[in-house]
């Protein structure tokens, strides 16, 4: 049995050494299977890391009109906090407005000159609402518009920061698509590819197989070097996909700490690494196996 299992092991790398080109040819289209896939499954924590801390910054601003009392808008602040869907709700007085700008703009002279020649106060009292989830916007601002104090209200900022709140999550969702659907595009291919090496590597060894068959040669002790030779296209495909992915994890980690400092990409993949090499290697190694697996069935009849 262990001898039989060696010249398989050796029969089936003879093949594969054979068609060098071709089979590289395949691991290269593999690898890239592989590696979308595992780059989505990495970016997911990042992801979300991200619109975590993008719905931290997003909110809906209520401008009230400058006839509305302090009274007023302690009414409104009330009727808000008691919405199932906000998480909070600030009161940004006029002053406290006029402040801040006044703060982030010192350095710039020319917006200070206009401001001392409006004289007074130009801006208004507001309320800035922030929700539980992004997705709960929407409700907050028809619940505004629909509501009683809408008399008391300027303007409502929603509208504008509802398209930014979409494109956000629109992105994210097509990107996750585009990903998987051109993993399986290039899947497809990679299992052709590797199917035409199996297919080549047969007809190179027709030969070889025809005197097996004449010495009594088992169907196993035959189909067993082209099974070998994708079971290595595979194992090579994962290996150098999870060798490129701690190298794109390890090169690009402070990167990512800039973009979301709350998740580590490197972390990520060390707390993930188990699961990723299994993911990779039965990836690698099924698609190599499936491909081997139909060509032989095909074109070698025994």
Known sequence: MWTSLKRIIKNGWKGFSR????????????????????ALFLLNPISKALISDIEKKVDISVYFKEDATDDDISLVKSAISKIPEVKEVEYISRDQTLENFIQRHKNDSVLMESLDEVGANPFLASLDIRAWQAS?????????????????????????????????FSTISSINRIGLLFSLVLGIIAV?????????????????????????????FIRGPF???????????????????????????SSFKLLTPEASIFSIFKANFAILVLIQLATGIGLGMISSFIAVRKYLSI
């Open 192 to 220: 052709l590819l590797a199917f035409n090496a199996v297919r080549v590597s047969i007809d190179n060894s027709r030969e070889e197989i025809a005197i097996m068959r004449l010495v009594g040669a088992s169907n196993w």
């Open 136 to 168: 709960q916007y929407e409700q907050v601002a028809k619940f505004l518009e629909n509501s009683p104090f809408k008399n008391l209200i300027y303007k409502v900022d929603y509208n504008q920061r509802k398209k930014v709140i979409d494109k956000i």
């Open 227 to 253: 099974l070998f030779q994708g079971f290595v296209i595979g194992l090579i495909s994962a290996v150098i996909a999870l060798f490129l992915t701690f190298v794109f994890c390890l090169a690009f980690n």
């Open 19 to 38: 068609n060098v080109s071709l089979n590289f040819a395949t691991i290269f289209i593999m690898v890239v299977v592989i590696s979308i896939p595992t």
